[in-house]
C-alpha cells in the first residue's frame, strides 16, 4: 500500500513539473544591447580622437594664489592664457597632461581683451593648432578642455551657439565678438581651448553667464570664449614688443570711474589723446556717446567695443562748472600690455 502512495505521489510530482510556470525557473536572457547607428559610432570616435589629439598641448596655470588653463601656442614655449589668469603674477609653475611640471616667466597681457601669454623654456611641449575663427558657424560641435577646479585635462562638450556677442567681464572689461557655447565652462577652464572636430582651437574659454535672480551663480550652458583670429592678433603682439599696439579697438585716451547717481568720471586724461583733443578734462562726466547713455564705467566700455579706431562720435560731458555739452571725439586705438 506504502508503495502505490509513493508512486502515485511521484506522478503527480511529475505531473506538476511539466506544467508551465512549474519546476525550476528558467534562466534569466542577458539584455540585448541598443545597436548604435554608424554615424553615431564615428562621431563618438572622432571625439576621442580629439581629445587625445589636444590634450597635450593644455596646460594646467599655477599662480601660487590660484590655478587656471593654458594653450601651448608655439614651439619656443610660448603659453596663451586669459589676463585674469595671470593678475598680480609674474612667475608660474605650468603643469602638462602627463605630470611633468616646468616654471614659466609673464610675456605680456592685455586685459582688454583678457589675453596674456607667459613662457616656459626647456620644457617638451606640443604646439597646439589654431583655427580661422571667421569660418566657425553656429552649432558647430565643439569641447572645451581645459582644468576645472584644478581637475586637469577635463572634457566638456556642447554646440556654437551664438557668434558675435560683446559680453562684460566686470571692472570696466568689455569683450567684443566673442564666442557663446554651451559647453560648460567652470572655474579653472578660463585660458584652456576650445576646439572644434578638427581639433583646432576655435576660441579661449574666458567666463560663464551668471545668473543676477540666482544671486549671481553660474549660468551652466551659457560660456563664452575669445575667437581665435582675436587670440592669435594679441598673442603675437605681445610675443613680438611685450605690448599691444593694434588692437582693432577704439579708446577715448582717459581713466574713468563710475560714480554715485550715474555717469562716468574723467580721472585723467593721456596727453595728445583723443579725449584731450577734444577739450575733455579731468573732472568731466561722460553722460553719453552717440545716443547710448554711460551711466557707468562698464557701460561706456560696452559701447566703445561697439565702435572703431578713427571713428568721430559726438560725447556728451558734464562739466565740472556745471555746463553740459557736447563734444566730437575722433576715437583713438585701445593700447596696452
Known amino acids: 500500500m506504502r508503495s502505490l502512495l509513493f508512486a502515485a505521489l511521484l506522478a503527480a510530482l511529475a505531473s506538476l513539473a511539466a506544467m508551465p510556470g512549474c519546476g525550476a525557473p528558467e534562466e534569466p536572457q542577458p539584455p540585448r544591447a541598443v545597436e548604435v547607428p554608424a554615424a553615431v559610432v564615428a562621431l563618438e570616435s572622432q571625439l576621442v580622437r580629439v581629445v587625445r589629439a589636444v ?9 601660487g594664489s590660484g590655478l587656471g588653463s593654458g594653450v601651448v601656442y608655439d614651439s619656443e614655449g610660448h603659453i596663451v592664457t586669459n589676463a585674469h589668469v595671470v593678475t598680480g603674477a609674474r612667475r608660474f609653475t605650468v603643469t602638462f597632461t602627463n605630470g611633468s611640471r616646468s616654471t614659466a616667466t609673464l610675456v605680456g597681457a592685455f586685459p582688454a581683451n583678457d589675453l596674456a601669454v607667459i613662457r616656459t623654456r626647456g620644457a617638451r611641449v606640443r604646439t597646439a593648432a589654431f583655427a580661422n ?10 569641447l572645451a578642455i581645459g582644468n576645472p577646479l584644478g581637475l586637469r585635462s577635463s572634457v566638456t562638450e556642447g554646440i556654437v551657439s551664438s557668434l558675435g556677442r560683446t559680453v562684460s567681464a566686470g571692472n ?12 560648460p565652462i567652470n572655474p579653472g577652464n578660463s585660458g584652456g581651448a576650445l576646439v572644434d572636430l578638427s581639433g583646432r582651437v576655435i576660441g579661449i574659454p574666458t567666463l560663464t553667464a551668471l545668473v543676477p535672480e540666482l544671486g549671481g551663480s553660474l549660468a551652466q550652458g551659457i560660456g563664452f570664449a575669445i575667437p581665435s583670429n582675436t587670440v592669435r592678433k594679441i598673442a603675437d603682439q605681445l610675443i613680438e614688443h611685450g605690448r599691444v599696439l593694434d588692437s582693432d579697438r577704439a579708446s577715448l585716451g582717459v581713466r574713468i570711474a563710475s560714480i554715485v547717481g550715474g555717469g562716468v568720471l574723467v580721472t585723467g586724461v593721456d596727453p595728445g589723446g583723443p579725449a584731450a583733443a577734444a577739450g575733455i578734462r579731468p573732472g568731466s562726466i561722460i553722460l553719453a556717446v552717440g545716443d547710448e547713455p554711460t551711466p557707468t564705467a562698464d557701460a561706456l566700455a560696452s559701447v566703445l567695443a561697439t565702435r572703431e579706431p578713427g571713428q568721430p562720435v559726438p560725447v556728451e560731458i558734464l562739466r565740472p562748472d ?3 555739452i557736447t563734444v566730437t571725439v575722433t576715437l583713438g586705438e585701445l593700447r596696452g600690455g
Open 322 to 324: 556745471g555746463r553740459r
Open 172 to 183: 570696466g572689461t568689455v569683450l567684443p565678438s566673442v564666442i557663446q557655447t554651451s559647453a
Open 133 to 142: 575663427s571667421a569660418k566657425v558657424d553656429v552649432g558647430d560641435v565643439v
Open 55 to 63: 590634450s597635450p598641448s593644455i596646460v594646467q596655470i599655477d599662480t
